[in-house]
């Protein structure tokens, strides 16, 4: 289950929304003083788990089932207004919390999409893979607007900095590479492995740009990574 809380622009309500294995997605406007009734799959019509969820405090909700997959990964994004959602159905599906329906889905990527960021320097969304390239696209339109490649492995997580127009990356294989976000270059790569342990021992797979033991720290193109033994 992905869970995602945020405060919608206007009227400032507070919003949960929740995304499942089968790609449904559930979303539910609240009030401050909400409380949600119990319910049974068995009990009458309308009360069912794709039915809206009613309770005190409750303002509005809407089941709707925006992938057919896996849905990986639910962010809010605020310039856009919109919450997105990115599955292994190989789509990422941009949702209007106003109108509570669905409003594009981007089909760029040929495999399950693991993450993905929104650039604010380049108004650029970023979105990666089983693929191993991470694709760039315009949210609006939902045209292209070019690939980073360079990952020999799947990325499975994204970050950005807005500051300095990079979006980062990082490959099961734990590599994790900058990119300018306006020529598309790479402008680093950090491998933690060094060629002779790798022969040895095999790295183990990476899930998240940074781990509890490990603290990673980029400014500009040069780096500094440390972990603590």
């Given at each position: 289950l992905?869970?995602?809380?945020?405060?919608?622009?206007?009227?400032?309500?507070?919003?949960l929304?929740?995304?499942?294995?089968?790609?449904?997605?559930?979303?539910?406007?609240?009030?401050?003083?909400?409380?949600?009734?119990?319910?049974?799959?068995?009990?009458?019509?309308?009360?069912?788990?794709?039915?809206?969820?009613?309770?005190?405090?409750?303002?509005?909700?809407?089941?709707?089932?925006?992938?057919?997959?896996?849905?990986?990964?639910?962010?809010?994004?605020?310039?856009?207004?919109?919450?997105?959602?990115?599955?292994?159905?190989?789509?990422?599906?941009?949702?209007?919390?106003?109108?509570?329906?669905p409003?594009?889905?981007?089909?760029?990527?040929?495999?399950?999409?693991?993450?993905?960021?929104?650039?604010?320097?380049?108004?650029?969304?970023?979105?990666?893979?089983?693929?191993?390239?991470?694709?760039?696209?315009?949210?609006?339109?939902?045209?292209?607007?070019?690939?980073?490649?360079?990952?020999?492995?799947?990325v499975?997580?994204?970050?950005?900095?807005d500051?300095?127009?990079?979006?980062?990356?990082?490959?099961?294989?734990?590599?994790?590479?900058?990119?300018?976000?306006?020529?598309?270059?790479?402008?680093?790569?950090?491998?933690?492995?060094?060629?002779?342990?790798?022969?040895?021992?095999?790295?183990?797979?990476?899930?998240?740009?940074?781990?509890?033991?490990?603290?990673?720290?980029?400014?500009?193109?040069?780096?500094?990574?440390?972990?603590?033994?």
């Open positions: 992905v869970v995602a809380t945020f405060t919608e622009p206007a009227p400032g309500h507070q919003v929304a929740m995304g499942d294995l089968g790609g449904v997605v559930r979303v539910v406007k609240l009030a401050k003083d909400f409380a949600l009734d119990t319910f049974s799959e068995s009990a009458a019509p309308g009360t069912g788990p794709g039915a809206p969820l009613r309770g005190r405090g409750v303002l509005a909700s809407a089941c709707d089932c925006l992938h057919t997959d896996w849905i990986v990964a639910a962010k809010w994004i605020d310039l856009l207004e919109l919450l997105v959602t990115c599955s292994l159905d190989a789509t990422v599906c941009l949702y209007d919390v106003h109108k509570l329906a409003l594009r889905v981007f089909r760029g990527h040929r495999f399950g999409v693991r993450d993905f960021v929104w650039c604010h320097a380049t108004k650029f969304m970023a979105s990666c893979g089983t693929s191993r390239q991470v694709l760039m696209w315009d949210p609006y339109s939902l045209s292209s607007m070019g690939e980073l490649d360079g990952h020999v492995a799947p499975v997580a994204l970050a950005v900095d500051e300095r127009a990079r979006v980062i990356s990082v490959a099961l294989d734990k590599v994790i590479k900058c990119w300018c976000a306006r020529t598309l270059r790479c402008v680093q790569t950090l491998a933690p492995y060094c060629a002779a342990t790798t022969a040895r021992r095999p790295a183990p797979a990476a899930g998240a740009i940074a781990a509890p033991r490990a603290r990673l720290r980029l400014s500009g193109v040069g780096a500094r990574s440390s972990r603590r033994s």
